[in-house]
């Protein structure tokens, strides 16, 4: 089956700063890698995902890059801000079943006034 | 346009009880999917559903089961409740279920949190 390899576990950085989470995965036929943001107590959003196709994807202070040689996705989160600090999950669709997600463990990423 | 509604979003059982969860997918979507989310275990699939069959069952004993209706409403119960079981459940719906085709994205509800005492 599929498995999501996501680091790290958690984050913690300086408002203003760059975050970067990256996930990996195994099942080369996948195509398709959403990012979901959990906030405490709240579910899961879904913030960005990309399809096979492209290699990058922006929308605002948010980007999510694939690399589908090394099977591995990362988020990137510039010049975070406070409301930025939640739980992020990476997931993947596991190999000929799209209607599965296979998650991440997540990263709990803090930002620091 | 209404999200995804999950029905109760808290509850408290006992060992050896059983619960139904109840979900109300978006307007015209017809897949839904349940998640068990606990802290060690992150986001574990149980079930996928379209159109009143399950497509996908996630790696759970069978006293986890669930079933859907012909308005695209689900219900999961589980039976012989297990301290175990304690852990959030979350519904996700979207309009087809090929996540990998078009727009297609998993929308999740505020889950039901599930105490087994």
């Known amino acids: 089956g599929e498995n999501v390899e996501q680091h790290p576990s958690t984050l913690s950085v300086q408002e203003g700063d760059s975050a970067v989470i990256k996930c990996t995965y195994s099942?080369?036929?996948?195509?398709?890698f959403p990012w979901y943001k959990q906030e405490l107590g709240k579910r899961p959003q879904l913030i960005i995902d990309?399809?096979?196709?492209?290699g990058e994807k922006k929308d605002q202070r948010i980007a999510v890059t694939l690399n589908k040689t090394a099977k591995h996705f990362s988020l990137h989160i510039t010049e975070t801000q406070p409301e930025d600090s939640a739980v992020y999950f990476c997931?993947?669709?596991?190999?000929?079943?799209?209607?599965?997600?296979?998650f991440g463990k997540g990263t709990l990423l803090t930002v620091n006034p | 346009k209404a999200g995804v509604t999950q029905t109760p979003r808290y509850l408290i059982k006992t060992r050896g009880q059983q619960v139904t969860l109840s979900c109300s997918p978006i307007?015209?979507?017809?897949?839904v999917s349940w998640y068990q989310q606990t802290p060690g275990q992150g986001l574990q699939f149980l079930f996928e559903?379209?159109?009143?069959?399950?497509?996908n069952k996630g790696n759970f004993p069978g006293r986890f089961s669930g079933r859907q209706f012909s308005n695209s409403r689900s219900e999961m119960n589980v039976s012989t409740l297990e301290l175990g079981d304690s852990a959030l459940y979350l519904c996700?719906?979207?309009?087809?279920?090929?996540?990998?085709?078009?727009?297609?994205?998993?929308?999740f509800g505020a889950g039901s949190r599930l105490t087994v005492l």
């Open positions: 307007s015209g979507h017809r897949s």
């Open positions: 099942d080369s036929a996948s195509n398709y």
């Open positions: 990309i399809r096979s196709n492209v």
């Open positions: 997931a993947a669709p596991k190999r000929g079943s799209n209607y599965k997600l296979t």
């Open positions: 559903y379209f159109s009143e069959t399950q497509r």
């Open positions: 996700a719906s979207s309009s087809t279920g090929l996540l990998d085709s078009g727009a297609n994205v998993l929308t």
